[in-house]
Structures are given as C-alpha cells and as structure tokens.
C-alpha cells in the first residue's frame, strides 16, 4: 500500500482540511460574511437594514403589479394568504381592464417599524408596521418570510390594524423578539390549532373567542344572511395551516403570543324555484366559472392575527385583532 494512502497520511489531511475550514469561516466572519446552519443556530431572522429593503422592494414590485393588472410582476414578493388573494384580485382586474388599472394610485408605507424574532430553522420572518396612505387612519401590518439562504423575502400576510391596537412584544436587551413555536402548550390554543379552533368556532360557536367584529358579530351576521326571500347561503369554513400556509407567532409580553394565521371559506348561495341568484359585480363574474344557473359557490382565503392568551390567563378567550380576506374563485351552476 502507498504511503500517501496510510491512515498517517490520512489523518494530517484531515486536520489540514478542519484548519482550512476554519480559516475560511473565520476569514467569512471578519468580512461581514457569515455563513450558519439555519437548522440549528438561533438568529435574528434578518437585519432591521435588510427588513427595510425587503419592504422597499415589495412595495415597489406591488405598484407594478397594481398598476399593469398583472400578476407576474409581484408573484416573487407575495405567497401564502396574501398571494392567493393578490394573485385572483390582479386577475379579475385584468379580464375587466386587459391594459391596466384605469384608477392606480401607488401605496406609500411611512415610518415604518419592524418586530424581528431571533429562531432557529426555516422558514425566517420578521413583522412590519406602517402609516399608508390607502387604508384610512388603519396601519399596514405585513408579515415577511423567506425559506432558504438565497431566497426573496415575501410577504405572507397582510391586514390592517388600528394604530396601537397590537399588544406589546416581548423583546430581549438587544431588540429582537421571541417566536413561539406552533405547538406551545403555553398558549390557551398552540399556534398551530387556532385556523382549526376558529373555523370550528364559526361553525358551531362557543367560548373559544372573545366578542368582536370577526368572531360572534360575524356569525350573527352571517346567520341572518343564511336565509332571505328566495335565497339560502351555506358556509363552509376550512383551517389552511401547513406550507406557505402555516401560523406564525411572537410572544408577547404578557406571556401570549401574538398569531398570524390563515383559513379559507366556501360560501355558497342557492336560489329558490322560480328565482335566480343576485347579479354578481364584475369581479366576481371574473373569477367564476361555469354558468350561474340556480346556485354560486365562492371561495375566499382570509388572513388574521389574533392574541392568544398564556394558558390559565384570565377568561383563556382568543382575541381576533384583524381579518382580512379576499375572493380567490367562483363556480357557477
């Protein structure tokens, strides 16, 4: 046997190549470089500067897309709820106005302030909170995330929030928050059982949530639309929780979580004999297909934030912040 191939030759090679290694990550970490295993180390998700251009660059990518009534120019900036919603609004703009939007106003986002949590593991995300000048005296809120090193950051949800409405989150001496993983038992709902949780509780009620405008308002809402002269209307709410789909969670400082998540609904209306369902706008009619004979089934995707309360925490209710859905198709028959 050679003596280049012995287990002495072997071993110096090893050590060379473990010296070589760690002269080039400590050569990466001098010039700002630093390459981690996103599995395992606990970071910050991003920089607050690389937050800021993230913001910049979706921004710039939606008014474009607003613009044109085209949904391939922001399609790498949008995903999860958002780009449901962003992709079948473009798309009904589009069939009703083929050379763009006759009333684009471009959407400014001022003094903007982020909330970046430190986490090991994909996906990584961060929280942005803006002044807009769509929207009324409401906030953007708008959440970031990015899959892999190399990847755009896109944004997942979107919803509007009164201005000091969210709780307090929890942040270390530095200023990073702390995520909460989708199955904490210290929540009165882990994370990853609220879209459950809340579909159900549109479904059948119960004590899961506190009052307000998205929980027992809109059931009674919606149980009086059910029925009307000549036109009943079925609801169907599904939990979406896993992919692009999946919550996201900050602790805050009351030891709750503050819960970004997503559901989906079908609402589907029938009309009497003798009847026909309600002319629909032209919107909707976009995104329908088939022929709108006796009955319209809609789908929307809706994205909420909620604050989940520590478990054992006053009443244990869920309360929903915001809500913000978006029709994503129709089926006529």
């Known amino acids: 046997m050679s003596r280049d191939r012995g287990p002495r030759r072997l071993r110096r090679l090893d050590r060379r190549t473990l010296i070589a290694a760690s002269l080039t990550a400590l050569s990466m970490t001098a010039s700002g470089c630093v390459v981690v295993h996103g599995e395992r180390e606990v970071l910050p998700s991003s920089t607050r500067a690389e937050a800021a251009k993230a913001l910049e660059q979706f921004l710039v990518a939606y008014n474009k897309a607003d613009k044109a009534y085209d949904s391939s120019l922001d399609a ?10 962003d992709a079948a609004r473009l798309k009904a703009g589009h069939a009703n106005n083929p050379d763009g ?19 090991a593991g994909w996906p990584r995300w961060f929280v942005a909170e803006a002044k807009g000048n769509k929207g009324g005296n409401l906030h953007w809120l708008l959440v970031f995330t990015r899959d892999g090193l190399g990847r755009p950051w896109q944004v997942a949800y979107l919803t509007l929030v009164t201005p000091g409405a969210l709780p307090k989150v929890e942040k270390d001496a530095d200023g990073w928050a702390e995520a909460v993983p989708a199955n ?10 609220l879209s459950k949780t809340y579909a159900t509780y549109l479904k059948s009620g119960g004590k899961s949530f506190a009052a307000g405008p998205y929980t ?9 639309q059910s029925r009307r002269p000549g036109l009943a209307t079925q609801y169907i709410d599904e939990p979406l929780t896993s992919g692009d789909y999946a919550p996201l969670a900050l ?17 589907k209306q029938t009309a009497a004999a003798g009847t026909s369902i309600p002319q629909p706008n032209a919107s909707v009619k976009a995104l329908t297909t088939g022929e709108i004979k006796q009955s319209l089934t809609m789908e929307f995707v809706s994205n909420g934030v909620a604050l989940d309360p520590k478990q054992g925490a006053g009443d244990g209710q869920v309360s929903m912040l915001s809500r913000l859905e978006g029709l994503t198709s129709a089926q006529g028959s």
């Open 76 to 85: 790498d900036h949008v995903t999860g709820a958002l780009g449901d919603i």
């Open 101 to 119: 939007n006759p009333a684009h106003t471009p959407l400014k986002l001022t003094d903007a302030t982020y909330t970046i949590p430190k986490k």
């Open 184 to 193: 904490s038992t210290e929540l009165a709902v882990a994370p990853g059982e």
């Open 216 to 224: 027992d308002q809109w059931r009674a809402q919606r149980k009086k």
């Open 251 to 267: 602790r805050t400082t009351d030891g709750g979580a503050l819960v970004f998540f997503t559901t989906r609904r079908y609402e």
